[in-house]
């Protein structure tokens, strides 16, 4: 007798696809293509791990987003998520460690801001415990912050700009959603400067009751803040810091590369009355991301797993060597045993490349001299305003701030007066600060009027204009002291698509050839000459070389010393004289009048 087909025999299988499995394969093939559209890598240790599907929409039913942010993303004009939002906000959703490598300009800021907010509304807000800790026994100290989440910036400028961010994506939120900010004037008096020394103690609390101390508020649940000043609070007395980690769920460290750049070793001492002992605060942002990191396993060292804050870097450009110190010491710092609690590696795009959207340009000028007249050829016809204008020093930045305003040329005037009175005159002239995650409206160029010392600030300040999809112009000009830094711009161009000379790019390489053969023939000096490729000829900066080098660990090799502590060294730009004493300056001129 034949079945018919819809017909069942008990205890058969016959392995037929559910509908349930038909929709996640579609959905998996889905995320495999969004990933390959955008260039999105996902990278776990544990190949075995489940990665989250990127979100297509904020309103997604996977990844609930509170309405009161959806609301401001929608007056923000947030429509869509960029590639790295769309796969980095449900990874950090899940609580998972997470190290994101994305283009400047493409909305990183967000990506991280938008679920820690989202996780901060959905947890229940701490109870309040007043502390009866005294400082001397009159004045009482408040309630100690419960802080849920940190973020790390290396500049005051670019905290400003994710609190301002933040501000916004939590406007409206009723209940203990405090974002704060901390900056130098919070709490000054209990970490008061002495004329030599930075003293910590009572006494000095005690004397300056005149000025009240600035304190951040009670209920502040988002710290944003610089690594130094906040290990300069928690270095303090447990009875004078105001922080209390036992409740922190993330820490995000925004330029992370940044952070992780120098490795000196610096140590200031501080000496407190509280103790005889002097204690020894780490000025490298190395050491302070270090230490705050340890502050938190101290706190969390008997806490469960789920309890333990997850850790979150971001930057557009992410050296080897982040990449090695976050596989090895970041799970020892969060005691992350557990492999669903594994770091996870997120890339939009190519890596340590600039945005296909900016058109970059690198003019020979030769020397300071031909710098000048091609800044000035520039002002009279090829700048495109806004404009921002990078030096190496605040010193230079004045210097040709003054050859800018003391330029008599008719050409010059006329097209700045137009520009002035059109509203189209902006132009910044800044350093490397202003380089690294500031968010500028609409810069149309950049100049590099000094080469900068290495791939990753290069691509930081290119970074500035061509943001948000928009089109974008890099000028950087050179001389001959330049050339040891114009291989890494060159390969930073071939990786983001933009043109390259080609009898430039062999000239380039012939002179590394050249280079290497020299090195390699006097293997004595070999240590010396790899370490003046990196650290410039100022006498300072070279002592403190040779004093890294000397108390290094002997019981390697004079190579691989060399070589391990010259990469956390940051590269310098050659010396480079005054601008008023090039031929030709107008402010040299306008001094002898």
Not at 408 to 426: C, M, P, T, W, Y
Request: aromatic share 6%.
């Amino acid at each position: 007798m034949d079945l018919r087909a819809d017909d069942h025999l008990i205890g058969l299988d016959f392995q037929k696809d559910h509908p349930v499995d038909v929709r996640e394969k579609k959905r998996g093939t889905k995320a495999k293509k969004y990933r390959l559209k955008n260039k999105i890598k996902v990278t776990t240790i544990n190949k075995q791990l489940r990665i989250p599907r990127p979100i297509y929409s904020f309103q997604n039913k996977n990844c609930y987003i509170d309405d009161n942010i959806l609301r401001n993303l929608s007056e923000l004009a947030y429509k869509v998520p960029t590639p790295i939002q769309a796969q980095s906000i449900p990874i950090m959703m899940e609580h998972r460690n997470l190290l994101a490598c994305a283009p400047t300009g493409s909305g990183k800021t967000v990506a991280y801001l938008l679920p820690v907010l989202n996780e901060l509304l959905l947890t229940k807000p701490p109870d309040r415990v007043n502390s009866t800790d005294t400082l001397d026994g009159n004045m009482q100290l408040e309630s100690k912050i419960f802080p849920f989440a940190i973020i790390l910036a290396p500049t005051q400028e670019l905290m400003h700009q994710i609190w301002s961010e933040a501000i916004r994506l939590c406007r409206g939120v009723q209940g203990d959603c405090y974002v704060a900010m901390l900056n130098q004037k919070h709490y000054s008096n209990r970490c008061k400067k002495n004329s030599d020394k930075t003293v910590a103690t009572a006494s000095v609390l005690q004397n300056s009751k005149k000025s009240r101390e600035l304190r951040l508020h009670a209920n502040t649940r988002i710290l944003i803040s610089t690594p130094s000043r906040l290990i300069a609070l928690l270095s303090l007395p447990p009875k004078q810091c105001p922080f209390d980690f036992s409740r922190l769920c993330w820490i995000v460290v925004d330029e992370c590369d940044k952070m992780l750049e120098v490795n000196f070793g610096d140590l200031s001492r501080l000496k407190s009355e509280h103790s005889d002992k002097e204690k020894y605060r780490p000025r490298g942002f190395h050491d302070q991301l270090a230490a705050i990191l340890e502050a938190t396993k101290t706190v969390h060292s008997n806490e469960q797993l789920q309890t333990r804050p997850a850790i979150a870097l971001f930057s557009a450009t992410i050296p080897d060597e982040v990449v090695l110190w976050a596989k090895s010491q970041l799970p020892a710092f969060l005691q992350t045993d557990n492999f669903a609690l594994e770091l996870v590696q997120l890339r939009v795009g190519i890596r340590n490349a600039a945005v296909s959207t900016v058109k970059q340009e690198l003019r020979y000028c030769a020397n300071e001299q031909g710098k000048l007249l091609e800044m000035r050829y520039l002002l009279a016809n090829g700048l495109a305003y806004p404009c921002l204008i990078f030096m190496q020093s605040r010193e230079r930045a004045n210097e040709i701030l003054k050859e800018i305003l003391l330029s008599d040329a008719n050409i010059l005037r006329s097209q700045v007066v137009r520009a002035f009175r059109e509203g189209k005159l902006h132009v910044l002239i800044c350093t490397d600060i202003l380089g690294r995650g500031i968010d500028f409206k609409g810069v149309s160029m950049v100049v590099n009027y000094d080469v900068p010392a290495s791939e990753q600030e290069y691509i930081h300040r290119v970074g500035r204009t061509g943001r948000a999809g928009h089109r974008g112009r890099a000028v950087t000009l050179w001389s001959d002291a330049d050339l040891p830094h114009i291989d890494g711009i060159l390969s930073v161009m071939k990786r983001s698509g933009s043109e390259v000379d080609a009898e430039l790019d062999r000239l380039v390489n012939q002179w590394k050839t050249h280079r290497l053969n020299t090195l390699s023939k006097n293997k004595e000096s070999n240590a010396d000459r790899c370490m003046s490729s990196v650290i410039s000829r100022r006498r300072g900066e070279r002592r403190l070389a040779y004093k890294i080098l000397k108390n290094s660990d002997r019981k390697r090799s004079k190579t691989a010393d060399s070589e391990d502590k010259s990469m956390w060294l940051r590269p310098w730009n050659p010396h480079r004289g005054r601008i008023s004493d090039v031929p030709g300056a107008l402010s040299k001129k306008h001094e002898t009048k």
